[in-house]
């Protein structure tokens, strides 16, 4: 009969699920303890760093033609990395998709064919119109209505929006389209990670991160969410402070509307050319 090695005390042991049992156990220890000597809710944080154990925790992310890559890297980077998870790719369509920035993402389910998940998360993108069509915003509907968190980043809420998902919700967005939120009965939030019940968005783009480790926390719990945050090393000290139209400098903002002068309209940043 194969014999097990329990690393942690040293015994043998021919039944591996004991072994595991016992560890289980110790971890959960471990973690109150932990949770005490930070002020934490000790029975709480067993609760969320035990939910790894039983069916995987079906996340699945909708892209579509254009998509922003680091809308999507971020958080599949973070999603990926949690115990107990299985992350499903989609777009409406199947099959291999292209971001904005012409990196190809192979065998994606087509959304239809998705029968639920236990959450959804839309990300954002330069051409938002193939998720644009009632088909798309059914299916939306449908897995939204099952699942346990209806979440996006970026202009992804904008689709989350015209879905007719976000009426009188709060929700952030990509800082140039914020406003938009409003055509669609929702309120925007210029905060990098907004909540309102189940919905959890995030901002424009680098915000995914500090949204998927939001979500993180919220499913295993703050400790192996910073164990991820450890892992990516993820402690930004950004070279220059213009990642908002608030903080960036004037020749920027100039520069930034001479090159996107359509997202600038939409800002306010200069005059849009549809007013008198």
Not at 30 to 55: C, F, Q
Not at 183 to 196: H, K, L, T
Not at 232 to 253: C, I, K, Q
Request: hydrophobic content about 40%; some cysteine; glycine content about 10%.
């Amino acid at each position: 009969m194969a014999e097990f090695r329990d690393l942690n005390t040293g015994e043998r042991h021919t039944n591996v699920g004991e072994v595991s049992r016992r560890n289980t156990l110790m971890f959960g220890g471990l973690v109150a303890a932990a949770a005490l000597t930070r002020g934490m809710w000790p029975l709480e944080a067993i609760a969320a760093e035990g939910a790894s154990e039983g069916r995987p925790f079906d996340i699945l992310i909708a892209l579509y033609p254009t998509f922003t890559l680091l809308d999507f890297a971020g958080v599949n980077e973070v999603f990926q990395r949690l115990t107990n998870v299985r992350v499903r790719l989609s777009s409406p369509n199947g099959g291999a998709t292209t971001s904005d920035t012409h990196v190809v993402i192979g065998a994606t389910e087509r959304l239809a064919d998705i029968s639920s998940c236990d959450l959804i998360c839309v990300v954002g993108g330069t051409d938002r119109s193939s998720m644009m069509t009632p088909e798309v915003h059914q299916e939306l509907r449908r897995l939204a209505g099952s699942a346990k968190y209806v979440t996006s980043v970026c202009n992804g809420s904008l689709i989350l929006g015209a879905a007719g998902l976000l009426r009188g919700r709060r929700s952030a967005c990509y800082w140039a389209q914020r406003d938009l939120l409003k055509q669609f009965g929702a309120i925007p939030d210029r905060a990098r990670v907004v909540r309102d019940g189940n919905f959890i968005s995030g901002g424009g783009i680098t915000a995914g991160i500090d949204f998927a480790l939001t979500v993180a926390a919220e499913l295993r719990g703050p400790v192996q969410a910073q164990v991820v945050q450890l892992l990516m090393e993820y402690e930004p000290e950004p070279p220059f402070h213009s990642g908002r139209p608030d903080t960036a400098p004037p020749e920027v903002l100039e520069a930034f509307a001479q090159r996107y002068p359509h997202l600038a309209a939409l800002a306010g940043l200069i005059p849009s050319p549809n007013r008198p």
